[in-house]
C-alpha cells in the first residue's frame, strides 16, 4: 500500500459526460501528479501541483482541468468526454518535487 | 523536447538469466533518473533509481548504470526469478519542477 488514495477505481460514463476523478496524497506529501496510461502510451504526464499551486503541465487537453486543495487532496475533472479518454488516471505524491513519485492504484475510466 | 526513449518493448528470459533495458533522455539538464516496476492492476512502484551525480547504483539482484555524456541509463537485473515478470519504466525528470518524464515501458515475461 503506497498511502496515495484514488478513487473511484473504476468509472464507465458515455462520451460527452463529465467525471472527476479524486486522489488523497500519502500523509505529508505536498506534491501531486497526475498521469493517464492509455493502451500501448506509457505513462503520459498531465499535471504536478506543489502544495497547492500549479508547478509543471504536460500535454493536458483543455478539456481537462485539476486543482489541489488546502488539504492536498487533488481532483481531476474531465469534460466532454471523448471514447478515447478511456485510460487508467494515476494520481502521485512525494513529499518534493524532486524524489520518489508514490503512485496510487489508478482509476479506470471507460468512456461508451 | 521532452522525451524519454525505453527498449525493448518486451523482453523475455529464462529464470536464471539477467536481463537488460535501456532508455535515453534529451534534456542534458536531467538530474534524477528512477525505474518503476508496475504489476498487473497496480500502480507503478519505484525499485531504484539514480541522479546524475552517480554512474552506477546496486541493490542485491538490480542495478542502474548512467551515461550522462550520451544520455543512456539502464537497469540491469541479473538472476531473474518469476516474480521479476511485469512492466517496468523508466523516467527522467524535467525542468525545475523535477516532473518525471517515463519511457513507453518494457514487459519483462521470465519463463520457469
Known amino acids: 500500500d503506497s498511502g496515495v488514495t484514488q478513487t473511484p477505481k473504476h468509472l464507465i460514463t458515455a462520451t460527452g459526460q463529465r467525471v472527476t476523478l479524486r486522489c488523497s496524497p500519502r500523509?505529508?506529501?505536498?506534491?501531486v501528479y497526475w498521469y493517464q496510461q492509455s493502451l500501448d502510451q506509457g505513462l503520459q504526464f498531465l499535471i504536478q501541483y506543489y502544495n497547492g499551486e500549479e508547478r509543471a503541465k504536460g500535454n493536458i487537453l483543455e478539456r481537462f482541468s485539476a486543482q489541489q486543495f488546502p488539504d492536498l487532496h487533488s481532483e481531476l475533472n474531465l469534460s466532454s468526454l471523448e471514447l478515447g479518454d478511456s485510460a487508467l488516471y494515476f494520481c502521485?505524491?512525494?513529499?518534493?518535487?524532486?524524489?520518489?513519485?508514490?503512485f496510487g492504484e489508478g482509476s479506470r475510466l471507460t468512456v461508451l | 523536447g521532452e522525451n524519454v526513449e525505453q527498449h525493448p518493448s518486451t523482453l523475455s528470459v529464462q529464470e536464471g538469466d539477467s536481463a537488460v533495458i535501456k532508455c535515453t533522455y534529451s534534456d542534458s539538464a536531467s538530474n534524477y533518473f528512477p525505474w518503476y516496476k508496475q504489476e498487473l492492476g497496480k500502480g507503478p512502484q519505484l525499485i531504484i533509481d539514480?541522479?546524475?551525480?552517480?554512474g552506477e547504483k546496486k541493490d542485491q539482484r538490480i542495478a542502474v548504470t548512467l551515461n550522462k555524456t550520451a544520455k543512456h541509463f539502464s537497469l540491469h537485473i541479473t538472476e531473474t526469478q518469476p516474480e521479476d515478470s511485469a512492466v517496468y519504466f523508466c523516467a527522467a525528470s524535467y525542468g525545475q519542477g523535477g516532473k518525471l518524464i517515463f519511457g513507453q515501458g518494457t514487459e519483462l515475461s521470465v519463463k520457469p
Open positions: 502521485a505524491s512525494s513529499a518534493t518535487y524532486t524524489g520518489e513519485l508514490f
Open positions: 500523509s505529508g506529501d505536498l506534491s
Open positions: 539514480i541522479r546524475s551525480n552517480v
